[in-house]
């Protein structure tokens, strides 16, 4: 009797912790958070509502295998290891080919100059040869995958087809069924394919060999394989919200239903199969494109639903203002699952214990922490960053769901141990790494490095100050922690500004380090609400003096007077500089919510300082700003990248900070992204996507902060407009895109497999985003499995939650 109190206890608990309003819970979730020890191991993964499963399903109308021989003589092998032939695994029955290489090669790794450690052992790929086939009448590639790794928790291939490289996650001793879109890539000439992956190192599992078992490779034309650029939805589709809405929001979803000549749309009530509303499809007119849009805002019943309009119905989703409670979950677990010099089982063991910083004759491992992305690299102020996220969600959540909240301030602690364990007390700190491999976990032997980043710059001490600060507010369940991190907050705040008075702003020296694009009005930005946080904290007078005076230079930076024509006449937008000869924008990392977070925290705590209705002034202009913006992407709701001068380009500090590895021609390719963006007057144009040019890019974290940005204006001001902002940021990432696809693996439907090459696929893994195709300002969100769009970014899971906990 006992122990059926304890398991129902739990099931409640679990039940609980997935959600409290009256809409039916995860009950799958919910069962999975406790099997996993409330996320003290992964969740386990859920392919069957993932894009790749629902591809897996569409009808194939001819195919054709791409060698007809049995044997390797038209394979080659390059790189460490060997190919054969093997008959003992085999999926078609005609045997397969077997690629075999080493996981260590007993040399040292050797990156580039800039980035020493940034390497591999080596690579091994079997290569096919096409001989310049023209495959235009195929659409996909498919394939048979049998990883046969000894000790390996996590096994990928990449598939190199022409110019594109595509990882494919796998599952180890079985038979994985693979394939790749390719309607959109050139291949009326193709020399050679490629399957073949990078040498890593030895977690402390790993055998010392991996092998995989390639079979029926085959080129196959299938009846639809959906879109991968531009506005419109693919044809016979709903795009919407997978994880739901909130039941006073606005409603919509955006369908392509050619040839219906009925224009009507039901809302379905799962319990009972029932309608529950009925409503008309409207026709839309936007600058994107003409649109059906389903609007459902006035319908407002918790409760799960799906959208039937015609013959397409969607899967199920939610109404309640809940809604948002399961993605948290999955968001966490990722970052748990990303924790380094932490046994994540099922991942790896405690990593990177003989990765060190060294700083005035001592040294520190810089073990602990999040890895930060797909590969193993780290950087100290993006586990601050995502620390500061999860004490949000944890204050949003401890007084609606104890569990949910008690674990992600657990969460939080341990990236605020990595970032509290980096100091060395004057002002210098272990900053980052870059990273590719595995270590031994020896000290002494060839894997060892010391090469981490080691400085004492003013813009993260002043960031470090203000997590510090707002950590020792929160965290009241270990008093000596809270002490520790008022005294240290206080201390960093020094450094940063003993630090400041002696270089000023500026001082980016490691292009590596997401900081480097800073500008300076995000700077004094960031002064300001350090100082704010300090004055929170201590109640000292003088941290209020200085939030007020660091705030000045960003207020002049701000455009008051509009720019544009007409109705496209905006303004509020803010420079990078008093000298107005560059916006403000990014393209990978952003920090754009540092601006309102200022500025609402100064009125917050300064009511009756002489300045108060300028800093009003200012979160009204810069609101009015971003509801200026949502016309370009209507009928979605993704923010634009903003307004552009055309001649930003010529202010090379500014334009070099922010594009790193540019090309010789960036100059020439900024003026023509730009001018594809939509005109305001002869000088100014506005931009849906950022304009780039290197690897990174994708805009999870761009929209996501200015959503951030937008639902603290909309707090502080009370307005929903902007409120309704913020919460269309994350309609879009969890499904209200133009692809119809959940950026966050298990939430909602139509996940697709993203690039985490050294930890696998993971629930709640976020990528960096989707991005523009060539120069143009459209959306473009290929299967392709690359760096950087689909590379897995806990900068990503940080910006979610931190703009969840704004509801």
Same mark, same amino acid.
């Given at each position: 009797?006992?122990?059926?109190?304890?398991?129902?206890?739990?099931?409640?608990?679990?039940?609980?912790?997935?959600?409290?309003?009256?809409?039916?819970?995860?009950?799958?979730?919910?069962?999975?958070?406790?099997?996993?020890?409330?996320?003290?191991?992964? @969740?386990?993964?859920? *392919?069957?509502?993932?894009?790749?499963?629902?591809?897996?399903?569409?009808?194939?109308?001819?195919?054709?295998? $791409?060698?007809?021989?049995?044997?390797?003589?038209?394979?080659?092998?390059?790189?460490?290891?060997?190919?054969?032939?093997?008959?003992?695994?085999?999926?078609?029955?005609?045997?397969?080919?077997?690629?075999?290489?080493?996981?260590?090669?007993?040399?040292?790794?050797?990156?580039? %100059?800039?980035?020493? %450690?940034?390497?591999?052992?080596?690579?091994?790929?079997?290569?096919?040869?096409?001989?310049?086939?023209?495959?235009?009448?195929?659409?996909?590639?498919?394939?048979?995958?049998? #990883?046969?790794?000894?000790?390996?928790?996590?096994?990928?291939?990449?598939?190199?087809?022409?110019?594109?490289?595509?990882?494919?996650?796998?599952?180890?001793?079985?038979?994985? !069924?693979?394939?790749?879109?390719?309607?959109?890539?050139?291949?009326?000439?193709?020399?050679?394919?490629?399957?073949?992956?990078?040498?890593?190192?030895? %977690?402390?599992?790993?055998?010392?060999?991996?092998?995989?078992?390639?079979?029926?490779?085959?080129?196959?034309?299938?009846?639809?394989?959906?879109?991968?650029?531009?506005?419109?939805?693919?044809?016979?589709?709903?795009?919407?919200?997978?994880?739901?809405?909130?039941?006073?929001?606005?409603?919509?979803?955006?369908?392509?239903?050619?040839?219906?000549?009925?224009?009507? /749309?039901?809302?379905?009530?799962?319990?009972?199969?029932?309608?529950?509303?009925?409503?008309?499809?409207?026709?839309?007119?936007?600058?994107?494109?003409?649109?059906?849009?389903?609007?459902?805002?006035?319908?407002?019943? #918790?409760?799960?639903?799906?959208?039937?309009?015609?013959?397409?119905?969607?899967?199920? /989703?939610?109404?309640?203002?809940?809604?948002?409670?399961?993605?948290?979950?999955?968001?966490?677990?990722?970052?748990?699952?990303?924790?380094?010099?932490?046994?994540?089982?099922?991942? !790896?063991?405690?990593?990177?214990?003989?990765?060190?910083?060294?700083?005035?004759?001592?040294?520190?491992?810089?073990?602990?922490?999040?890895?930060?992305?797909? %590969?193993?690299?780290?950087?100290? $102020?993006?586990?601050?960053?995502?620390?500061?996220?999860?004490?949000?969600?944890?204050?949003?959540?401890?007084?609606?769901?104890?569990?949910?909240?008690?674990?992600?301030?657990?969460?939080?602690?341990?990236?605020?141990?990595?970032? $509290?364990?980096?100091?060395?007390?004057?002002?210098?700190?272990?900053?980052?790494? &870059?990273?590719?491999?595995?270590?031994?976990?020896?000290?002494?032997?060839?894997? *060892?490095?010391?090469?981490?980043?080691?400085?004492?710059?003013?813009?993260?001490? /002043?960031?470090?100050?203000? =997590?510090?600060?707002?950590?020792?507010?929160?965290?009241?369940?270990?008093?000596?922690?809270?002490?520790?991190?008022?005294?240290?907050?206080?201390?960093?705040?020094?450094?940063?500004?003993?630090?400041?008075?002696?270089?000023?702003?500026?001082?980016?020296?490691?292009?590596?380090?997401?900081?480097?694009?800073?500008?300076?009005? +995000? =700077?004094?930005?960031?002064?300001?609400?350090?100082?704010?946080?300090?004055?929170?904290?201590?109640?000292?007078?003088?941290?209020?003096?200085?939030?007020?005076?660091?705030?000045?230079?960003?207020?002049?930076? +701000?455009?008051?007077?509009?720019?544009?024509?007409?109705?496209?006449?905006?303004?509020? /937008?803010?420079?990078?500089?008093?000298?107005?000869?560059?916006?403000?924008? =990014?393209?990978?990392?952003?920090?754009?919510?540092?601006?309102?977070?200022? @500025?609402?925290?100064?009125?917050?705590? +300064?009511?009756?300082?002489?300045?108060?209705?300028?800093?009003?002034?200012?979160?009204?202009?810069?609101?009015?700003?971003?509801?200026? $913006?949502?016309?370009?992407?209507?009928?979605?709701?993704?923010?634009?990248?903003?307004?552009?001068?055309?001649?930003?380009?010529?202010?090379?500090?500014?334009?070099?900070?922010?594009?790193?590895?540019?090309?010789?021609?960036?100059?020439?390719?900024?003026?023509? +992204?730009?001018?594809?963006?939509?005109?305001?007057?002869?000088?100014?144009?506005?931009?849906?996507?950022?304009?780039?040019?290197?690897?990174?890019? &994708?805009?999870?974290?761009?929209?996501?902060?200015?959503?951030?940005?937008?639902?603290?204006?909309?707090?502080?001001?009370?307005?929903?407009?902007?409120?309704?902002?913020?919460?269309?940021?994350?309609?879009?990432?969890?499904?209200?895109?133009?692809?119809?696809?959940?950026?966050?693996?298990?939430?909602?439907?139509?996940?697709?497999?993203?690039?985490?090459?050294?930890?696998?696929?993971?629930?709640?893994?976020?990528?960096?985003?989707?991005?523009?195709?060539?120069?143009?300002?459209?959306?473009?969100? #290929?299967?392709?499995?690359?760096?950087?769009?689909?590379?897995?970014?806990?900068?990503?899971?940080?910006?979610?939650?931190?703009?969840?906990?704004? =509801?």
């Amino acid at each position: 009797m006992k122990n059926y109190m304890i398991c129902a206890s739990l099931c409640l608990c679990a039940a609980t912790a997935v959600g409290q309003m009256p809409v039916a819970p995860d009950v799958a979730l919910a069962q999975d958070i406790i099997t996993t020890g409330l996320i003290h191991s992964p @969740l386990p993964l859920d *392919d069957s509502r993932s894009f790749e499963a629902g591809e897996l399903k569409k009808k194939v109308l001819y195919s054709e295998p $791409l060698s007809r021989e049995n044997g390797i003589s038209d394979w080659r092998h390059t790189g460490w290891g060997r190919i054969d032939y093997s008959e003992k695994q085999t999926v078609s029955g005609n045997g397969s080919l077997r690629l075999a290489f080493p996981t260590h090669t007993g040399i040292r790794v050797k990156g580039s %100059d800039s980035d020493p %450690d940034y390497g591999t052992y080596g690579n091994a790929r079997a290569v096919f040869s096409v001989k310049g086939g023209n495959w235009e009448k195929y659409n996909r590639i498919a394939f048979s995958i049998f #990883p046969d790794c000894e000790g390996a928790r996590v096994v990928n291939l990449n598939l190199s087809f022409n110019s594109v490289s595509h990882l494919i996650n796998l599952v180890n001793r079985q038979w994985n !069924h693979c394939f790749l879109n390719i309607e959109n890539i050139q291949r009326t000439k193709v020399d050679e394919i490629a399957f073949g992956a990078s040498i890593k190192g030895k %977690d402390r599992t790993t055998g010392d060999s991996s092998v995989y078992y390639i079979d029926r490779i085959e080129l196959q034309q299938v009846e639809d394989v959906g879109i991968e650029s531009g506005w419109m939805p693919a044809a016979g589709t709903i795009v919407y919200s997978t994880s739901g809405y909130m039941p006073d929001d606005t409603k919509t979803a955006v369908a392509n239903l050619p040839g219906s000549n009925d224009h009507t /749309f039901q809302l379905i009530d799962v319990q009972g199969g029932l309608p529950v509303f009925k409503g008309q499809i409207r026709q839309e007119k936007t600058g994107i494109g003409e649109f059906e849009v389903i609007d459902f805002s006035s319908f407002n019943r #918790p409760g799960s639903y799906q959208i039937k309009a015609g013959d397409v119905t969607t899967p199920p /989703f939610s109404i309640g203002d809940n809604v948002w409670e399961n993605s948290l979950w999955r968001t966490l677990n990722y970052i748990f699952c990303q924790r380094c010099g932490y046994p994540v089982p099922g991942k !790896h063991g405690a990593c990177h214990i003989d990765l060190c910083s060294e700083h005035d004759g001592k040294s520190i491992s810089y073990s602990g922490g999040w890895h930060d992305a797909g %590969d193993l690299s780290q950087q100290t $102020l993006q586990t601050g960053d995502v620390a500061y996220a999860l004490l949000e969600a944890y204050n949003k959540q401890k007084d609606k769901n104890k569990l949910l909240a008690a674990r992600l301030l657990e969460e939080a602690e341990w990236g605020l141990e990595f970032v $509290l364990k980096n100091r060395y007390g004057d002002g210098y700190r272990a900053s980052s790494v &870059g990273l590719l491999i595995w270590q031994d976990g020896v000290f002494d032997t060839l894997d *060892d490095i010391s090469t981490v980043r080691v400085q004492n710059l003013a813009f993260d001490n /002043f960031l470090y100050a203000a =997590y510090e600060a707002y950590a020792a507010m929160s965290i009241d369940r270990d008093p000596g922690l809270q002490e520790y991190l008022r005294k240290v907050a206080k201390e960093d705040f020094e450094f940063a500004m003993k630090r400041h008075a002696e270089v000023g702003y500026g001082e980016f020296i490691h292009f590596y380090e997401h900081s480097y694009n800073t500008s300076e009005s +995000q =700077y004094m930005a960031t002064i300001s609400w350090a100082a704010g946080m300090l004055y929170k904290l201590t109640g000292e007078q003088r941290y209020a003096e200085l939030a007020a005076e660091y705030i000045r230079y960003t207020l002049d930076c +701000q455009r008051k007077k509009p720019v544009g024509n007409g109705k496209a006449a905006v303004n509020g /937008f803010f420079y990078r500089d008093k000298s107005k000869k560059s916006i403000v924008h =990014y393209i990978h990392q952003s920090r754009e919510q540092v601006y309102m977070q200022a @500025l609402t925290l100064l009125c917050e705590t +300064q009511p009756n300082h002489p300045d108060y209705n300028k800093w009003v002034e200012s979160i009204r202009l810069y609101g009015d700003y971003l509801k200026s $913006l949502m016309s370009y992407t209507a009928p979605y709701g993704m923010l634009p990248s903003g307004v552009y001068h055309i001649d930003e380009h010529q202010d090379s500090t500014s334009f070099y900070s922010l594009h790193l590895f540019p090309p010789k021609n960036a100059r020439e390719l900024f003026v023509e +992204q730009v001018k594809n963006g939509v005109p305001l007057d002869k000088e100014h144009y506005m931009k849906r996507f950022p304009v780039w040019f290197s690897i990174f890019n &994708g805009n999870t974290a761009v929209h996501l902060s200015a959503g951030k940005a937008a639902a603290i204006c909309g707090n502080f001001l009370n307005d929903e407009d902007l409120l309704n902002i913020g919460r269309e940021q994350m309609y879009w990432t969890v499904g209200k895109n133009p692809f119809g696809q959940s950026l966050i693996y298990g939430e909602g439907y139509n996940y697709p497999q993203l690039d985490s090459f050294s930890s696998g696929e993971i629930v709640g893994e976020m990528p960096v985003g989707i991005r523009s195709l060539d120069n143009e300002d459209i959306p473009y969100w #290929p299967q392709i499995n690359n760096a950087c769009y689909k590379e897995v970014w806990v900068t990503s899971a940080g910006k979610w939650l931190t703009l969840a906990a704004e =509801y």
